[in-house]
Nanobody, 119 residues
Framework: QVHLRESGGGLVQAGGSLRLSCGAS????????MAWFRQAPGKEREFVAS????????YYADSLKGRFTISRDSASNIMYLQMNSLKPEDTATYYC????????????WGQGTQVTVSA
């Protein structure tokens, strides 16, 4: 069983930065892919970025490349999302998620953390 818990959300002005954290508990994440998704009010959930835990390969939504950076601390089982140059349209609930490498569906989700970017 995998448990995920996000933190670090809050209110920030446009142009500012935030770093989200996702604390994860499992026996090992070496066979997992972890990701960040977000969902704005009235919109569908969208993929933000993912990281292959073993090796650290990263993938980003094209629209967010250059502003967002995903990373992980393997020793502490924490995943991060550094968000820079934030825009009001980045306002959303951000979720971390995990899936086993061989599966396409994310089976484990955190409860979400709210990010609000004011103009």
């Amino acid at each position: 069983q995998v448990h995920l818990r996000e933190s670090g959300g809050g209110l920030v002005q446009a142009g500012g930065s935030l770093r989200l954290s996702c604390g994860a508990s499992a026996r090992t994440f070496n066979t997992y892919v972890m990701a960040w998704f977000r969902q704005a009010p009235g919109k569908e959930r969208e993929f933000v970025a993912s990281i292959v835990w073993r090796g650290g390969s990263t993938y980003y939504a094209d629209s967010l490349k250059g502003r967002f950076t995903i990373s992980r601390d393997s020793a502490s089982n924490i995943m991060y999302l550094q968000m820079n140059s934030l825009k009001p349209e980045d306002t959303a609930t951000y979720y971390c998620a995990a899936r086993e490498y061989l599966y396409s569906q994310y089976a484990y989700w955190g409860q979400g953390t709210q990010v609000t970017v004011s103009a």
